[in-house]
């Protein structure tokens, strides 16, 4: 993938850390409320962020947490 195709986050310390954490949080319980393509196209972007932490196995993890947090049933 080219480099101008690679989305960067620039972080400055814990309290920005947190803050994705925070907003990471709210998009797992807003999940099942987003439309299929915007749910697509957000994992897209997360595979492509430098500047994170990375994990391989993101889409099953991204899973779980969205299965275990659904409040709404569906």
Not at 22 to 29: D, P, R, T
């Amino acid at each position: 993938m080219a480099d101008q195709d690679r989305a960067l986050i620039d972080t400055h310390g814990e309290q920005d850390n947190v803050a994705l954490a925070q907003l990471g949080a709210a998009v797992i319980l807003a999940w099942p409320l987003l439309d299929p393509d915007l749910q697509h196209d957000l994992i897209a972007t997360a595979a492509v962020v430098d500047g994170v932490k990375r994990d391989p196995s993101f889409e099953e993890i991204l899973t779980r947490l969205v299965q275990m947090n659904n409040r709404g049933g569906g």
